[in-house]
């Protein structure tokens, strides 16, 4: 069965440092790899996918993330953060059936 | 956005009540999904639907029904709240299955007193 682990469930950082969210997954299979955002009070968005080729992906709001398959790593990163960037990051995982299993969720916090 | 609505938006319901939350989309996907948000689970999937009439169970599917009469309608039905059914839930489309990205409401709060 596929997993989703973050393994941090809050991550403070001041405004304009960078950030990195860490993401791991377990499975058998090839997968694809999605991150998400949720702004307070609201649904989830999608902020990029890894389907195939290029490891290094980028997405909006300046984010990428970078597939390691020897790792089972999928972490995003954003060389600079801004407030607006403050919400909730999920990672999910698919292997190309019905469902996508999410990750709990990293909670990122902007210091002023 | 990618049209989705639910409804309704909050609502506060007592132990032993039948709840019924809609979700309607406009935009013909063929994949609907109902996720509840809990603080420190993230999200978990209730049920989902790969078609008209055509609905599986997810990880969390106890006490919870679905039924997709129609493609751009998803109802998702507790039959006898509990309060540990208090939760955020969303509902999700997806074009088709695996690769491509799901769609997400804007959410239900239900608080089952």
């Known amino acids: 069965a596929q997993s989703v682990t973050q393994l941090d469930s809050q991550v403070p950082v001041f405004e304009e440092a960078p950030v990195e969210l860490r993401c791991n997954y377990s499975s058998s299979v090839s997968v694809y790899l999605f991150w998400y955002v949720q702004y307070p009070n609201q649904g989830l968005q999608l902020l990029l996918k890894y389907l195939s080729g290029s490891t290094l992906v980028k997405g909006i709001n300046g984010f990428e993330a970078e597939f390691n398959k020897s790792q089972t790593s999928f972490h995003l990163r954003k060389p600079s953060v801004h407030i607006s960037d403050t919400a909730e990051y999920f990672c999910a995982v698919s292997k190309g059936d019905d469902k996508i299993i999410f990750g709990k969720g990293t909670r990122l916090h902007i210091l002023p | 956005d990618a049209g989705i609505t639910q409804s309704p938006r909050h609502k506060v319901t007592e132990t032993g009540t039948p709840v019924t939350l809609r979700c309607h989309q406009t935009?013909?996907?063929?994949?609907m999904y109902w996720y509840r948000q809990d603080p420190g689970h993230g999200l978990r999937l209730i049920h989902y639907s790969y078609g008209v009439k055509d609905t599986d169970k997810g990880e969390v599917s106890d006490g919870y029904s679905v039924s997709r009469s129609k493609t751009e309608d998803f109802l998702l039905t507790l039959e006898s709240a509990t309060s540990s059914q208090t939760s955020v839930y969303f509902c999700?489309?997806?074009?088709?299955?695996?690769?491509?990205?799901?769609?997400f409401g804007p959410g239900t709060r239900l608080t089952v007193t």
């Open positions: 935009e013909n996907h063929r994949y």
């Open positions: 999700a489309i997806s074009f088709d299955r695996g690769s491509y990205e799901q769609y």
